[in-house]
């Protein structure tokens, strides 16, 4: 090797830490762990290790679907690793051997729930967050609210979310059928502030001053990495700075 390209190697060891130019991460899922955790820390992981990171933001399910297919170098979610491999199954994602995929918790996330900021009522038990959100209870003033009709908003395509808080809050019990579809959080959010009689869920990226969180019992669930076999070693350094000094750049 020539003098000069010697020491050009030479420098980009050591400002990348030994990592090749050009490595990349690809990932995908949902708005928790996507908005949450994986946004926060890009511009200071690929800064620090050199890595770019691509961000695919989808769903949890289907973001699994593509690390199967090898889309993606890993996948993440904001539900357990099981409860994922459920979720996916119902979507006709075949899963054929669950074990051949490592789940890496990076984190966990809150789900909060959340109502226009004008409405009246302070907490809900979590008895009343069933009642609502099965349909069984359909005017606010059952819970201590004006007398209105309750008009749930509810994200598409954000399953890893909604499995988590109809399982944790709800006892696995449905979703009532009629509510008002939205996409990402923020179209979420957006819907919750236009309509007074409004209530809905999702983690910490969502709030702000436009809507109001409403006080109830703690919905938490893990934040987790998914990489087929164990974590290659650019993907470890990505979860190794998330749980170290990435944890300066996320919300909690």
């Not at 209870?137 to 598409?156: C, Y």
């Not at 006080?215 to 669930?221: F, G, L, Q």
């Amino acid at each position: 090797m020539k003098r000069g390209m010697f020491c050009l190697a030479l420098v980009a060891s050591m400002v990348f830490g030994g990592t090749a130019l050009g490595e990349e991460i690809k990932a995908g899922g949902g708005g928790a762990p996507i908005d949450g955790y994986l946004k926060p820390v890009k511009e200071a992981f690929e800064k620090s290790t050199g890595i770019t990171l691509h961000l695919n933001f989808s769903s949890a399910t289907l973001a699994f679907k593509q690390l199967i297919a090898g889309e993606l170098d890993l996948s993440t979610a904001g539900l357990a690793y099981p409860d994922l491999v459920k979720t996916a199954r119902k979507e006709n994602i075949e899963v054929a051997d669950p074990s051949a995929y490592v789940a890496t918790e990076i984190g966990a996330s809150k789900i909060y729930t959340v109502a226009h900021k004008d409405n009246p009522v302070p907490a809900l038990t979590m008895d009343q967050l069933k009642g609502i959100f099965t349909g069984k209870i359909t005017n606010w003033k059952e819970v201590g609210g004006n007398d209105a009709p309750i008009l749930i908003v509810l994200s598409a395509i954000n399953p890893a979310t909604n499995a988590a808080f109809k399982k944790l809050a709800m006892g696995d019990a449905p979703f009532v059928t009629d509510v008002v579809e939205a996409g990402r959080f923020e179209d979420v959010r957006e819907k919750v502030a236009a309509n007074p009689e409004a209530i809905a869920f999702g983690p910490v990226t969502m709030l702000d001053a436009t809507i109001k969180t409403v006080k109830t019992p703690d919905v938490a669930r893990p934040v987790i990495v998914i990489t087929k076999g164990a974590p290659s070693a650019k993907v470890q350094k990505l979860i190794s700075f998330i749980k170290g000094e990435g944890q300066g750049y996320i919300k909690q």
